[in-house]
């Protein structure tokens, strides 16, 4: 990757934005610096540099609430499930076709943004958890392991079970540490994890805390709503733009 100054100073500056995005929304930092840093450098680059920032503002987010133990045996089977899909999914970011990779995460952003700007909040039945579980967790690991991004469709499914707030937030946490780890075991595994990548994503840390810290400043003087809806409105603009780069 070229480390010169003006990209170090916008993958920082992203990591920046995105951990913004996500001290105000709960969510977002991956969706963000993928689709930014996937527009950059290419998209097995762009996840390299994920891995630490992702993991921490992640962790931290799974071990903040009260229920730990009992969301991890609910979605036990949605975890595993996320990390078979995963390392199946990761063939398609390491064999080098960063015009498919950079079209599906095109096309995964504008699937996200739109069910959230459009469709109506899901209600899924607790009798069907069981045997949506796996098939939502694979679904994931597999746009997980091919783009780098892991929100579609976890989170539209986890929102639609009608948990509490704070189950809902350590949910997705979960959904979220282990897709982080299960994305930076498949890249290990196709030798496209290096040492380099893993340096700058540590100190990609840094500006994803800051973010964050800023983006708690800001939910309390702006609207949830109204960011959240430009924020969609941004990853709409991003991912149609990726599928015209991927295509020309």
């Not at 840094?206 to 708690?216: E, F, I, K, S, T």
């Amino acid at each position: 990757m070229d480390h010169s100054t003006w990209l170090l100073a916008a993958i920082f500056a992203t990591f920046f934005v995105a951990g913004m995005v996500k001290g105000v929304t709960g969510m977002g930092l991956p969706t963000v610096a993928m689709g930014v840093l996937g527009a950059l450098i290419s998209p097995l680059s762009a996840a390299s540099l994920l891995i630490v920032p992702s993991f921490v503002t992640n962790v931290w987010q799974l071990l903040a609430g009260p229920s730990f133990g009992a969301l991890a045996r609910r979605f036990l089977l949605l975890v595993l499930a996320v990390t078979v899909g995963t390392f199946a999914g990761s063939y398609l970011l390491a064999d080098g076709d960063t015009r498919l990779t950079t079209a599906a995460l095109g096309a995964a952003l504008i699937v996200y943004a739109g069910h959230a700007l459009l469709a109506r909040q899901l209600r899924v039945p607790s009798r069907l958890e069981p045997l949506l579980s796996p098939i939502i967790g694979l679904v994931t690991g597999l746009l997980t392991g091919a783009t780098g991004v892991f929100v579609v469709p976890a989170v539209p499914y986890l929102q639609a079970l009608g948990l509490e707030k704070e189950d809902l937030v350590q949910a997705l946490g979960l959904s979220f540490t282990v897709s982080t780890v299960a994305l930076a075991g498949a890249l290990a595994w196709h030798g496209a994890f290096r040492i380099d990548n893993l340096a700058l994503s540590a100190l990609a840390i840094v500006p994803a805390l800051a973010g964050m810290w800023a983006g708690q400043i800001i939910r309390n003087r702006v609207s949830p709503g109204t960011f959240r809806r430009w924020f969609l409105i941004c990853l709409l603009v991003l991912g149609a733009e990726m599928i015209v780069k991927a295509a020309f």
